[in-house]
């Protein structure tokens, strides 16, 4: 069962609470997916060779997603960033959004336990596989 997350943050609530769907889709395509995964790594203290290096993707899907707003990302890799960047369960929430995805862990079992990681502020990748794994899931960070 997961716990429950913190409060949510007013940007996240103000999406969510958009009466017509079509704006809440205006409103997010206009944050840059990439400048905000910068933006939490400087929070942190990584450069962008220690994100992309710790996710294990290569330099150059990074600097296509750097340089083309329209690049996408798996969203294996997007899980593996909110891990990395140390992220509270809502901020994940919004940046897997941003990449186009749905963060569900009451359906998606990988994403119940990335949540519940969150929540718990379990960051370490290797902690997360085993996780992921002892649930007989895919890893996210190695191949098992």
Not at 13 to 18: G, I, K, S, V
Not at 99 to 114: K, Q
């Amino acid at each position: 069962m997961l716990n429950q997350p913190e409060s949510i943050p007013s940007e996240i609530l103000d999406m969510l609470n958009t009466s017509n769907e079509n704006a809440f889709d205006k409103n997010i395509r206009k944050i840059n997916f990439f400048s905000e995964i910068l933006k939490f790594a400087d929070r942190i203290g990584l450069t962008d060779s220690q994100v992309y290096n710790a996710i294990g993707m290569n330099r150059s899907l990074w600097y296509r997603m750097r340089n083309d707003s329209e690049a996408r990302t798996k969203k294996e890799n997007v899980l593996k960033l909110v891990i990395v960047l140390r992220l509270n369960f809502w901020e994940a929430f919004y940046l897997i959004a941003l990449a186009g995805y749905s963060f569900l862990p009451g359906i998606n079992e990988t994403d119940e336990i990335v949540a519940q990681c969150l929540l718990e502020k379990i960051y370490n990748p290797e902690e997360v596989d085993k996780i992921l794994y002892g649930k007989c899931y895919k890893t996210l960070f190695t191949e098992e």
